[in-house]
Nanobody
Framework: VELVESGGGLVQPGGSLRLSCAASGSTYSVWIMGWYRQAPGKQRELAARITSDGATDYADSVKDRFIISRDNNKRSVSLQMNDLKPEDTAVYYC??????????????WGRGTPVTVSS
């Protein structure tokens, strides 16, 4: 699975950005798709994820501000980020995750897209 992110950039506090991730490869619909982020000097952390049937999970820090969605036909996942704060500044990575029939976790990562929230 190859993942390519787009949509990052510079935005003022309170602004919005929409990140997109395009996936290649077969069986896209079975993957749990997620957006992770890594701020300078910090560990990578989950921002949001969505299962194949549309169930979502958000980090507390982004709840009620970020919305994750996916389109299985287009093999894409998006992250709508609203009311952005300086602490949202990070490189955002698209992730595809699943567990094989033998119980082995499999993860693929995009190269990341930077988001900077600053006035």
């Amino acid at each position: 699975v190859e993942l390519v992110e787009s949509g990052g950039g510079l935005v003022q506090p309170g602004g919005s950005l929409r990140l997109s991730c395009a996936a290649s490869g077969s069986t896209y619909s079975v993957w749990i798709m997620g957006w992770y982020r890594q701020a300078p000097g910090k560990q990578r952390e989950l921002a949001a994820r969505i299962t194949s049937d549309g169930a979502t999970d958000y980090a507390d820090s982004v709840k009620d501000r970020f919305i994750i969605s996916r389109d299985n036909n287009k093999r894409s996942v998006s992250l709508q980020m609203n009311d952005l704060k300086p602490e949202d500044t990070a490189v955002y990575y698209c992730n595809a995750h699943r567990v094989t029939n033998t119980g082995t976790p499999v993860d693929f990562w995009g190269r990341g897209t930077p988001v900077t929230v600053s006035s």
